[in-house]
C-alpha cells in the first residue's frame, strides 16, 4: 500500500497505567483484534493513527506519546478532550442516545440537545486535528459511531481525500432510526464519506433504506458485494464487511503451557461436571438476564441437568457510572442468589458469577475449559467473543449457542446452535441438546466453525476493506 493509512478511532491504541513507583506512568498497548489487524500495516507504511488518549492533556501525557512515536514506525496524534466534553459527547449522545438506539433498545435511549451539541463539537475538534496532519496522497479510516460527522466537517473545511467509514456496532432500522431527532444530520454527514462499511448484510440493508427514506432523491444500485448511492456530483460506495479475530494468534496462544495448566486447574474446581461459558462486557445489550432465566428454566424442564452443569459467568466492568449499569450489576447479583438459592445442593452451585476481567491466560484457560459457550446477546455489531471461543477450542470438543442477533451468527450459523435470545424455551432446549451431543457431532460443528473463522480471519478483513476502496464502481 503506497499511500499512508491514516486510522481515526475514538480512542487511541494505547492506554495509560501506573508503574507501581509514586507518580509513575506509562504506555500499554490496548489488547484488541483492531489494533492487532492494522499495526503491521501501520507500521509498514509509516501511519498516523489519531484518536482521544483517554486522559487529560499534560506535559507527562503528550512525553509518553512523544516516547512512543520515536520508537514506532508509525505515529499516534492525541485529539485533546476536557471533561466536561467527554461527558456530553462520549458518555452522552455515543453511548446514552447512539449505543443503545443502534441496539434496537430505544426504552434506554436518551434525547438530549446539550449531548447532541456536545457530540457535533468533539467530532468538529476531531476533524480538525485531522485536517491539519493530513498529506496529499493519505488513505483516511474513520471508525465507529462516535465519529459519524467527521467527514461532513472534513468538507467544509476543503478536505478532497478520499474518507472510509467502518461502523463496529449493528445500524438500526428505518422504523428506529426515524426515532432519532437529529437523524438528518447524521444521514447526510454519512453521505460524505467515499466508502462505507458496516459488520451484515442486514446493517448495509438498513443504512440504504435509511438514505433512501431521508433523502429521496438518491439513485441506488444494489449489487452483489456493495451497493452504489448517487447523490448528485457524489457517489458512495456502501458494503458489509464482517470483522473477524487473529485465528492464528489465538490458535497457537491456547496451546501454551500456561493456558493448558490453568484450564487443567480450573477443571479440577469443577469436577466431572460440564461447564457452560459465559463472558461479556456489563451491557445490556449482552442479554445476561434472558441467559441467566433460559438457565433456570433448563434446570426446571430438565431435572437431570441439576448437578451435572454449572455455568460461569464473566462480567467485565463497564461504564459504572452509568445509572443502567450499576442497575443491571444488582439485578444480576440478585438473579444470581435467587437461582441459587433455588438449586444449589451440598458441593453444587449452578451459578458461578464472576464480576472483574480475566487477563489472556485465564481467559483462554476458560475458553478451553468449558464445553459449552452462551454468546446470546439481543443485539450485536459481531461479537468476536464466539469467535474467540471457538478458536481457543482446540480439542474440538465444544458447542457454540449464539444468538441470532450477534452479526457472527451471518458466519458461524452452519456450526452454532443458533437461539433467540428472548425464547426462553428455545434457549432451555438448546442448552440440553448441547449437554446431551454427542462427540462425533461437537468435534464437526467445531470443525466447520474453526474452518469459517480461520478463513475470514481479522487480517483478511483489513485486506478486504483496503482493497474496496480502490475500485469504486
Not at 429 to 456: H, S
Request: hydrophobic share 40%; net charge positive.
Amino acid at each position: 500500500m503506497l499511500r499512508r493509512l491514516v486510522v481515526v478511532s475514538n480512542r487511541l491504541p494505547v492506554a495509560i497505567e501506573s508503574t507501581g513507583k509514586r507518580g509513575g506512568r506509562q504506555l500499554r498497548p490496548s489488547v484488541g483484534g483492531l489494533v492487532t489487524a492494522l499495526a503491521p500495516i501501520m507500521e509498514e507504511n509509516h501511519g498516523l493513527w489519531i484518536g482521544w488518549p483517554g486522559w487529560d492533556q499534560e506535559p507527562h501525557s503528550a512525553r509518553l506519546l512523544q516516547e512512543f512515536n520515536r520508537r514506532h514506525a508509525y505515529e499516534l496524534r492525541p485529539v485533546w478532550l476536557n471533561s466536561e466534553e467527554v461527558d456530553g459527547y462520549y458518555r452522552g449522545f455515543s453511548n446514552e442516545t447512539l449505543w443503545p438506539l443502534f441496539h434496537d433498545l430505544l426504552g434506554y435511549c436518551k434525547f438530549e440537545t446539550e449531548h447532541w451539541q456536545a457530540y457535533a463539537q468533539a467530532n468538529h475538534h476531531f476533524a480538525q486535528v485531522i485536517a491539519a496532519s493530513l498529506r496529499a496522497d493519505d488513505f483516511v479510516w474513520v471508525h465507529d459511531y462516535q465519529l459519524t460527522l467527521v467527514a461532513q466537517h472534513l468538507r467544509a473545511m476543503k478536505v478532497r481525500h478520499r474518507l472510509s467509514f467502518f461502523l463496529h456496532i449493528p445500524f438500526p432500522s428505518l422504523d428506529l432510526f426515524r426515532r432519532l431527532p437529529w437523524k438528518q444530520s447524521i444521514i447526510q454527514a454519512l453521505m460524505e464519506y467515499d466508502l462505507v462499511g458496516f459488520q451484515t448484510l442486514r446493517d448495509r440493508r438498513n443504512f440504504i433504506q435509511c438514505v433512501k427514506g431521508l433523502i429521496p432523491q438518491v439513485a441506488i444500485e444494489v449489487r452483489r458485494r456493495y451497493s452504489l448511492i448517487h447523490y448528485g456530483p457524489r457517489m458512495v460506495k456502501v458494503g458489509h464487511f464482517p470483522i473477524g479475530i487473529d485465528f492464528e494468534e489465538f490458535n497457537r496462544d491456547a496451546q501454551a503451557s500456561a493456558v493448558a495448566e490453568n484450564a487443567q486447574y480450573f477443571r479440577r474446581q469443577f469436577g466431572s461436571r460440564t461447564l457452560i461459558l459465559g463472558v461479556d462486557r456489563l451491557d445490556y445489550t449482552k442479554g445476561i438476564p434472558e441467559r441467566f432465566l433460559a438457565f433456570e428454566r433448563a434446570l426446571e424442564k430438565y431435572p437431570d441437568l441439576q448437578g451435572k452443569v454449572s455455568l460461569f459467568q464473566v462480567v467485565v466492568p463497564s461504564r459504572t457510572h452509568v445509572p443502567y449499569y450499576q442497575d443491571l450489576k444488582e439485578i444480576l447479583e440478585g438473579m444470581v442468589g435467587r437461582i441459587n438459592g433455588r438449586f444449589s445442593r451440598l458441593g453444587w452451585i449452578p451459578i458461578h458469577y464472576m464480576y472483574r476481567m480475566l487477563d489472556r491466560v485465564k481467559l483462554l484457560g476458560c475458553y478451553r475449559a468449558c464445553e459449552i459457550a452462551l454468546v446470546t446477546p439481543l443485539r450485536d455489531g459481531m461479537n468476536l467473543v464466539a469467535k474467540e471461543y471457538c478458536t481457543s477450542t482446540i480439542d474440538g470438543n465444544g458447542v457454540l449457542i449464539l444468538s441470532e442477533f450477534a452479526g457472527a451468527a451471518d458466519q458461524l450459523a452452519k456450526g452454532a446452535l443458533i437461539v433467540n435470545p428472548y425464547d426462553r424455551e428455545e434457549m432451555a432446549d438448546a442448552i440440553y441438546r448441547a449437554f446431551t451431543m454427542e462427540l462425533g457431532e461437537r468435534r464437526e460443528r467445531m470443525r466447520v466453525l474453526r474452518a469459517q473463522i480461520r478463513r475470514n480471519d481479522v487480517h483478511r478483513w483489513v485486506q478486504w476493506f483496503l482493497e474496496s476502496d480502490r475500485a469504486v464502481g
